[in-house]
């Protein structure tokens, strides 16, 4: 398959992420808020990530994400990231994760113009630049494969 026609769709999500983040991480453009060894991913957590690079990776995913659905905003990635919270004896129940994460995250992501207001449907999109930067990792990602 030629690189001229790869897209995000194409690859694993895992190895897109995965790979994207260490792009990130590699380039050093992302500004990644001094809070982040501090803080949870969602209220009902009760650490903060063991992996130190997790706000990479929150990005590269944020990032995926928007790409394969347009007009993302902050309460749509809250309930993207949500899950069970612990309730002890009781019935678990559905919680929503850091909407203060998914918003920093998104401004980062602007901020190297990956993504972009979408002043049409409201929330975000993705950048022309930014769909360029995820549509070569995804051709390196399925060059490396074969």
Same mark, same amino acid.
């Given at each position: 398959m030629s690189s001229g026609g790869v897209t #995000? @769709?194409?690859v694993s999500s895992h190895a897109f992420v995965k790979a994207y983040a260490a792009y990130l991480k590699r380039?050093? @453009?992302l500004?990644?808020?001094?809070?982040v060894d501090l803080v949870k991913t969602?209220?009902? @957590?009760? +650490?903060?990530?063991?992996?130190q690079d997790w706000?990479?990776?929150?990005?590269?995913? #944020?990032?995926?994400?928007?790409? /394969?659905?347009?007009g993302v905003g902050v309460g749509a990635l809250k309930k993207n990231y949500s899950g069970r919270q612990n309730r002890g004896s009781r019935p678990h129940h559905h919680a929503e994760s850091s909407g203060s994460v998914a918003r920093? #995250?998104?401004?980062? /992501?602007?901020?190297?113009?990956? +993504?972009?207001?979408d002043s049409e449907n409201g929330g975000r999109r993705i950048s022309p630049d930014g769909q360029k930067d995820l549509d070569r990792i995804a051709a390196q990602i399925l060059r490396t494969d074969e």
């Open positions: #995000v @769709k194409d380039t050093g @453009k500004e990644v808020p001094k809070w969602a209220p009902y @957590k009760e +650490l903060a990530p063991y992996d706000f990479y990776v929150r990005a590269a995913s #944020v990032a995926r994400h928007i790409y /394969l659905r347009r920093k #995250v998104m401004q980062a /992501l602007e901020k190297i113009k990956v +993504l972009e207001k």
